[in-house]
């Protein structure tokens, strides 16, 4: 029983990984071979250096880098004080406000393409990176996250903070917001890779090279007149997952455990 | 209005430097942008980069190209850019977007940048073909550059090996059938290896496929104002039937749709003796394919019939008068004779005019590679693109049905009727003038 | 008197820390979902047309379009194919590498991968699988002697090849959450059980099911609005074809806004999607949220 137990599991791992290796497979040999495998196929990054100098994909990576960054400094600073406001404080309309937050998990920004798109190009933000990142800099994610964290916070230890004379900003700053780094690594991985991979809003919104994210360089990349060819958008697509792919395997076990701690199940 | 959006634009930017703008018009021409649509992998982007510095060097205008993906992508991005008070200040857009472009209020003509009868001689030195969509209320709207007819590659291999002549391609309806009978061909177990013929279903392409078929029956899908269709034609739904039955009765197509993109290499691994193309396509073409390829013109009912394809350059209306003309004389440098011969050599497209075909250049390459100059003889019996107003919703319907009609679902009169019910629905505000 | 202006400050602290956030959230969510609902009661404005009030009329088209309905029967069968199929391989996976097993990290890292991957990569990656005759699943499929499929190209295979690349991408992430939470159930449960003479099925549909109910909830809530949200393999595999076959509402959306610029349609359209995203998200807290306490 538990032996087929395990065997079920492994099949389904290899299900799971073949498509990914198949995909490395391709990218790294010659394009004869992306339709007929063979073992003795000869290795070559000869894809990866045609599609990296056919498209700017340099500039995609700093665009991505600045947009993802940008989203998680600018998430962090505004969800921080908010959470705790919802968590700590007694205030006339806080459940109105939170319920008004909440409306934004079921609601997200990526559905309002069409009325996001118009107010954007009132603002004249259109083809900004600054543009691409502002709908989502208000998550409801993020402050119900750290609010449910916060209210974990032992009162006894804010009450400690306050007699010492700790003004509101400082306790939040001293007392909840080092108890709640799991929960900032763990939210800040769900928004990094959410953005890093977000792609129809990005596309909706950026019109030229010096905007657009990995996501839309890439499908711009594929979309071709001419005809594909499978070796070289393998290879642009590895390169382009690479980043956040690499940074997953090294800091796996900290992600699942960061994920554990956070407690957001 | 749009001058004043783009001033907020950049106080915005300066507001928050992670918001620079992508485009900042100057008051002096010193930089264009233009979104054009082609090619990956290949080296077409280089070629373009190549064009702007040589435009730079000699003007001191410097062209940003912006690549923005296939037809349908780009035209997508330069019209949303523009509504929205960004974007570029012209763009190669599909020549059959004319219509489209024009109800959308955001062209600027030829004769409003200013023609004069210098301009005017260089403008009736293209090819009329080219220039068909490019005349509306006596006015000229767009100048041709990636130019092309639909043409058929084929794999002599796979002719010689049907025990077909290579160098006799079918030029009727019935011939191709046989010859794409003969092609495909079959493993043990019945199941297909090669296919005789593939034609591109997708959406952006079917619409393509189909016009060429259409004037292949002898029939015209639209009328020169762009308000009329005629997909119920008798000759419309024959030309349908011909596609169907390629799929359903002969068996050398495979049913459901075929992508574009996928025709090429299926072409390059053997899994289609012939495809339908562009022209545009010839360089690729004989720079992958590992095998003696041919380039044939269309056949038709009765005899060749194809269509003309490819990009036109648009001119914008929220461009400043200095920027429309910096754009025209962009528009002039790339058509020069030995440009225009160039990049026919280095894509496959067709030159846009005569005297493109009569530089040294290009005669020593038709000489050397004869197959380069299949579409251009071709040019007297093409038909135009399907062009109308609302031509992205057109197109979408038109393929919703043909794709309805290749998985079997609808007959090809059932499919081109509703075809044609949506497309009235459509096109009917546009009728009334 | 004093606890009266402490009471005073905490008040306009309150509203202070929340409303930066606050702002920028109904800015770009609660004021655009207004407008748009404004918007869908008035015709596109285009050249020389300023947008008119039409009442209700962009609803009764909407309702005479047959691809409408096509999309909204395309976008259920979608959701009620790809989440329970993801949350049950979700917490399959979870329960396999919850407990020591050969290999565990490995295996971990396999299930998970496929979510660190951005849609459009894996959209592309999946295109050369489907390719017909030589793509890897007529490959495999020939050399267990099956025929060849055009698998994006026909009508009837479409919409089941885009499921299964989302539940492929989406699996994994929803297992991080279940184990997760299979962490933090205390280990001397299962004994407890076993002492009991429970079955390991018992346990799990007895204490351990309801006890991971607060993350079916959660991992519930994200898979539905991501069968709402998520169309960007569409747009690179099918671009919503055959024939619409693969057309889900927001790619609908986009085309209708962004390639056919009819923004009073699309408009009326996004009214639709939000609608269906507040009853769907009703209907969850109803059910569920009974059994769950959120402190």
């Known amino acids: 029983m538990r032996g087929l137990e395990i065997a079920g599991a492994w099949l389904l791992g290899i299900l799971w990984v073949a498509p990914l290796l198949y995909a490395v497979w391709t990218a790294f040999h010659p394009a004869a071979y992306a339709t007929h495998f063979s073992l003795f196929a000869p290795l070559t990054l000869h894809n990866f250096v045609q599609a990296w100098n056919a498209a700017p994909f340099a500039r995609y990576f700093l665009n991505t880098t600045l947009l993802v960054s940008l989203v998680l400094v600018a998430q962090f600073v505004l969800c921080t004080p908010a959470a705790f406001a919802f968590a700590r404080l007694e205030f006339p309309g806080r459940d109105t406000l939170f319920a008004i937050v909440l409306l934004q998990l079921m609601v997200m920004p990526d559905v309002l393409l069409v009325g996001n798109y118009h107010i954007l190009s009132q603002l004249g933000l259109v083809d900004t990176i600054l543009g691409i990142a502002l709908p989502y800099l208000g998550s409801a994610f993020g402050i119900f996250l750290l609010r449910q964290t916060f209210r974990t916070v032992p009162q006894e230890l804010d009450d400690a903070a306050r007699l010492e004379g700790c003004t509101l900003l400082a306790r939040l700053w001293r007392v909840y917001v080092p108890l709640a780094r799991p929960t900032y690594i763990a939210y800040g991985l769900v928004s990094v890779s959410y953005h890093w991979n977000n792609f129809l809003w990005p596309l909706v919104i950026t019109n030229s090279v010096s905007t657009r994210p990995l996501t839309v360089g890439l499908a711009v990349f594929s979309s071709v007149e001419q005809g594909i060819d499978w070796s070289i958008i393998t290879a642009a697509t590895l390169m382009t997952s690479a980043p956040l792919l690499l940074a997953f395997l090294l800091f796996q076990r900290q992600f699942v455990q960061s994920f554990m701690r956070a407690g957001i199940r | 209005m749009i001058r004043r959006r783009s001033l907020l634009a950049a106080t915005a930017a300066a507001a928050a430097s992670l918001a620079a703008p992508a485009i900042v018009r100057a008051q002096t021409v010193k930089e264009l942008s233009f979104y054009y649509p082609i090619a990956v992998g290949g080296p077409i982007p280089k070629i373009i980069d190549g064009y702007c510095e040589e435009f730079q060097a000699q003007s001191g205008i410097k062209v940003t190209p912006v690549y923005a993906g296939d037809y349908t992508s780009t035209m997508v991005k330069a019209v949303t850019a523009l509504k929205g008070g960004t974007g570029p200040q012209f763009a190669v857009l599909l020549a059959a977007e004319m219509h489209s472009l024009q109800a959308q209020d955001i062209l600027v003509s030829l004769d409003e940048i200013g023609l004069d009868a210098n301009a005017k001689q260089w403008l009736a030195g293209f090819y009329p073909a080219f220039m068909a969509n490019s005349h509306a209320d006596g006015k000229t709207w767009s100048v041709p550059f990636q130019r092309s007819t639909a043409v058929q590659y084929y794999n002599k291999q796979s002719f010689e090996e049907a025990g077909l002549d290579p160098e006799k391609y079918p030029t009727t309806w019935a011939g191709l059938a046989a010859a794409a009978e003969k092609l495909t061909k079959h493993d043990a177990t019945g199941r297909v290896t090669r296919w005789g013929l593939k034609l591109a279903s997708d959406l952006g392409n079917a619409q393509w496929t189909f016009g060429a078929l259409a004037n292949q029956a002898g029939v015209v899908l639209m009328n020169e104002a762009g308000t009329e269709t005629y997909f119920k034609d008798p000759k419309s739904v024959e030309a349908l039937a011909y596609w169907h039955d390629l799929a359903f009765k002969n068996k050398v197509s495979p049913e459901g749709i075929s992508n574009w993109g996928q025709l090429s290499p299926d072409f390059f691994t053997g899994n289609a003796a012939i495809i339908q193309h562009t022209t545009g396509n010839l360089t690729n073409v004989r720079t992958n394919a590992k095998f003696p390829f041919g380039v044939a013109g269309l056949p038709g009912l009765n005899g060749p019939r194809t269509v003309v394809g490819g990009g036109n350059i648009y001119f914008f209306k929220s461009a400043s008068e200095a920027e429309r003309t910096a754009a025209l004389k962009f528009a002039r440098f790339l058509s020069e004779p030995e440009r225009a011969a160039d990049w026919s050599i280095k894509v496959g497209y067709i030159a846009t005019s005569e005297a493109a075909y009569n530089t040294p250049t290009l005669r020593k390459y038709i000489a050397e590679f004869p197959e380069a100059n299949v579409a251009r003889t071709f040019l007297p019996v093409a038909v135009g693109e399907l062009s109308t107003y609302e031509n992205q919703r057109i197109y979408k319907a038109l393929t919703d049905q043909i794709q309805a009609c290749l998985n079997g679902a609808k007959s090809p009169e059932a499919a081109l009727a509703e075809t044609q019910a949506e497309a009235q629905r459509i096109l009917r505000p546009y009728r009334r003038g | ?295």
Do not use: C
């Open chain 3, 1 to 295: 008197m004093q606890r009266e202006t402490w009471i005073r400050r905490e008040t306009w602290q309150g509203w202070l820390l929340v409303l930066p956030a606050l702002v920028l959230l109904v800015a770009f969510t609660h004021w655009p979902a207004l407008m748009t609902l404004v918007d869908s009661f008035f015709t596109t404005s285009r050249a020389g047309h300023p947008a008119a009030f039409v009442g209700w009329d962009n609803y009764a088209d909407l309702a005479d379009d047959p691809v409408f309905w096509k999309v909204l029967a395309n976008n259920a069968i979608y959701a009620v194919a790809t989440i329970p199929v993801s949350v049950v391989l979700a917490l399959l996976m979870a329960l396999a590498v919850n407990h020591a097993l050969p290999g565990r990290g490995l295996l971990r890292m396999a299930y998970f991968t496929p979510t660190m991957l951005p849609m459009i990569a894996v959209a592309n990656i999946w295109l050369f699988f489907f390719t017909p005759d030589y793509g890897l699943f007529d490959v495999v499929l020939s050399f267990f002697g099956g025929g060849r499929h055009n698998w994006l190209g026909d009508a009837a295979t479409s919409l089941p090849a885009v499921i299964a690349v989302a539940v492929w991408k989406e699996a994994g992430f929803f297992m991080i959450f279940y184990l997760a939470a299979l962490q933090t159930l205390p280990p001397d449960l299962e004994e407890a059980a076993a002492l009991e003479g429970a079955s390991r099925f018992t346990f799990f549909r007895r204490v351990m099911l309801p006890l991971l109910m607060p993350t079916t909830l959660f991992v519930l809530v994200n898979a539905v609005i991501n069968a709402f949200r998520v169309v960007d393999h569409i747009v690179v595999m099918t671009n919503g074809g055959p024939d619409n076959a693969t057309t889900l509402l927001l790619f609908y959306i986009y085309q209708t806004g962004f390639r056919f610029w009819d923004s009073a349609a699309a408009a009326t359209q996004t009214v639709v999607l939000l609608g269906l995203l507040i009853v769907l998200a009703a209907v969850q807290f109803g059910i569920f949220g009974r059994r769950v306490h959120y402190r």
